[in-house]
């Protein structure tokens, strides 16, 4: 082919590109505008506590973020369960919790959302030496890498509705899709900015080794137990502590406390 028309063939092609990102972001910056209508305002108010807490400024954020989920996640109910408005808005509204002081995370990367009517029971495989060993496991929720989130509606609506308990399978979930951004599900996120990387590192590895030390002892408390399993798990449960036990967390847990108020840009012990 002649060098010319590989050359208008490029140009063409960015341009298409160009049309397709100004689209998309247009899109993107139409539904962030737009306010959520009385009714779903209402759900919030009855399901989602955290809602009613967030500053003014971050509720209306957090209603575009919401907006723009529905627009781009599909749900699936699983097990007869009918996926309502409802649902959805609620399950929107935790997610977006995750991002709403941080405008460049939009949970890219996946799109559906399953959804059982209760605890579901999971196939799970480990090896014993050689032997592969499969079991049923009941779980309340799960996050497939690069893949959907699995979530029971029972377990969201208990740790929807109970702001307090620091169990919030939704934003452990989603703390998860977070996680794995970097391309590696690890406990470590991409970070705001390059310089944090040093820090959170020696707070998390140290966080952890307390953590899994006070576990040991039996003396573990603000954070759950569940944590000790892996980094991931440390950082998904150290976040659902982080939104629903804050003020625990920044007294007993200020260093822990501070890299998670960083990453997420959000100060919840001051709601
Ligand atoms: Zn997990």
């Not at 009918?82 to 939009?106: F, S």
């Not at 609506?157 to 934003?171: I, R, W």
């Not at 576990?215 to 892996?230: A, F, H, L, P, Q």
């Amino acid at each position: 082919m002649h060098p010319s028309i590989i050359f208008i063939i490029l140009v063409l092609a960015a341009i298409i590109w160009g049309i397709k990102l100004y689209r998309e972001r247009a899109r993107r910056n139409r539904l962030f505008q737009q306010p959520l209508s009385s009714g779903q305002i209402t759900v919030l108010e009855n399901h989602v506590p955290l809602y009613t807490r967030l500053p003014k400024d971050l509720r209306q954020t957090l209603q575009g973020c919401i907006n723009y989920f529905l627009d781009e996640k599909v749900f699936i109910g699983r097990e007869g369960l009918e996926i309502t408005d409802e649902i959805r808005l609620i399950i929107a509204a935790n997610a977006c919790l995750l991002i709403v002081n941080n405008r460049e995370r939009y949970f890219s990367g996946f799109e559906t959302i399953l959804v059982y009517p209760d605890t579901y029971v999971a196939k799970e495989v480990s090896y014993d030496g050689m032997v592969e060993v499969h079991k049923d496991v009941a779980r309340a929720g799960e996050s497939w890498y690069r893949g959907p989130i699995v979530l029971s509606l029972s377990d969201v609506m208990h740790g929807s509705g109970n702001e307090q308990d620091g169990h919030n399978v939704v934003l452990h979930e989603f703390a998860h899709k977070l996680d794995e951004e970097s391309g590696v599900m690890d406990g470590l996120p991409v970070l705001r900015e390059s310089a944090h990387y040093k820090e959170w590192a020696e707070v998390l590895t140290q966080e952890y080794d307390e953590f899994l030390d006070r576990v040991d002892r039996g003396k573990n408390r603000v954070i759950d137990e569940y944590g000790s399993v892996s980094a991931p798990e440390f950082f998904a449960v150290a976040t659902e502590s982080f939104f629903e036990k804050s003020e625990q967390m920044k007294k007993r847990l200020p260093e822990l406390y501070k890299q998670l108020q960083t990453f997420y840009g959000l100060d919840p012990a001051e709601w």
